[in-house]
């Protein structure tokens, strides 16, 4: 039986960590997630075009920290950081009057990151491209960039057929199933004529390998001189 596991929630205790940072009692707990998926909607329309992968939250006391991880920072920023301060007066708002701070991280390998690989496909099959041209580009392209393995699966009318249908392509190693493997996944959805396709995207990252502390050679120890006997 194929039981699908969000591949980030099943590593949260081991390698990943939460999107949304905090604490909360229960009466302000449906207020502070009702204003994280407006703050993160607010932000992913706003910079549609900044490729961004993922948004964090921190929240303190009377503070929000919004960190945004995208490929092309200089979008986000802005000229003379006109964005940014448009979007702290605006997410403030959202958030009652909260001090707001905004950090950008830069993704500098796009190709690796399974959000803007899927978002990517989605693009072009709005565009109206093959589908299958569309995906062999896709998991080749991340191959090349030195991925362990990618698996791309997309659902829906596909080629403007009227009975939908699901195509993958798979390259490489990707062990879901293997707690300690870095997995990376992204979802996306192309609004197409014919209606919606979902794309979904697995990545398995390449591990950092630490650093092996260096072995010296001793110097092997003198034989013992032999005793004489009388």
Request: overall charge positive; glycine content about 8%.
């Given at each position: 039986?194929?039981?699908?596991?969000?591949?980030?929630?099943?590593?949260l205790a081991?390698?990943?960590?939460?999107?949304?940072?905090?604490?909360?009692?229960?009466?302000?707990?449906?207020?502070?997630?009702?204003?994280?998926?407006?703050?993160?909607?607010?932000?992913?329309?706003?910079?549609?075009?900044?490729?961004?992968?993922?948004?964090?939250?921190?929240?303190?006391?009377?503070?929000?920290?919004?960190?945004?991880?995208?490929?092309?920072?200089?979008?986000?920023?802005?000229?003379?950081?006109?964005?940014?301060?448009?979007?702290?007066?605006?997410?403030?708002?959202?958030?009652?009057?909260?001090?707001?701070?905004?950090?950008?991280?830069?993704?500098?390998?796009?190709?690796?990151?399974?959000?803007?690989?899927?978002?990517?496909?989605?693009?072009?099959?709005?565009?109206?491209?093959?589908?299958?041209?569309?995906?062999?580009?896709?998991?080749?392209?991340?191959?090349?960039?030195?991925?362990?393995?990618?698996?791309?699966?997309?659902?829906?009318?596909?080629?403007?057929?009227?009975?939908?249908?699901?195509?993958?392509?798979?390259?490489?190693?990707?062990?879901?199933?293997?707690?300690?493997t870095p997995?990376?996944?992204?979802?996306?959805?192309?609004?197409?004529?014919?209606?919606?396709?979902?794309?979904?995207?697995?990545?398995?990252?390449?591990?950092?390998?630490?650093?092996?502390?260096?072995?010296?050679?001793?110097?092997?120890?003198?034989?013992?001189?032999?005793?004489?006997?009388?």
């Open positions: 039986m194929g039981q699908k596991v969000n591949p980030i929630g099943y590593r081991l390698t990943r960590d939460w999107r949304s940072r905090w604490f909360a009692s229960k009466k302000d707990l449906p207020e502070f997630l009702h204003a994280d998926l407006k703050i993160r909607n607010y932000v992913k329309s706003k910079l549609q075009l900044a490729a961004v992968a993922k948004i964090g939250i921190e929240r303190a006391w009377n503070s929000i920290r919004v960190t945004i991880h995208t490929a092309r920072p200089g979008i986000v920023i802005g000229r003379k950081g006109s964005e940014i301060e448009k979007m702290t007066e605006e997410i403030g708002r959202m958030s009652n009057g909260k001090s707001v701070k905004i950090d950008i991280f830069e993704i500098k390998t796009p190709e690796l990151d399974a959000q803007l690989v899927a978002e990517n496909v989605a693009l072009q099959l709005e565009r109206r491209i093959s589908f299958r041209r569309a995906l062999k580009k896709s998991v080749q392209t991340t191959m090349d960039f030195g991925a362990v393995g990618i698996k791309l699966r997309i659902a829906g009318r596909l080629g403007g057929a009227e009975i939908s249908r699901a195509e993958w392509e798979r390259k490489g190693s990707v062990p879901l199933h293997t707690l300690r997995i990376d996944y992204g979802t996306a959805e192309a609004n197409t004529v014919a209606g919606k396709i979902g794309i979904k995207c697995w990545i398995c990252v390449p591990q950092e390998k630490e650093a092996e502390p260096e072995k010296t050679a001793d110097a092997p120890a003198p034989l013992p001189e032999p005793v004489a006997t009388a």
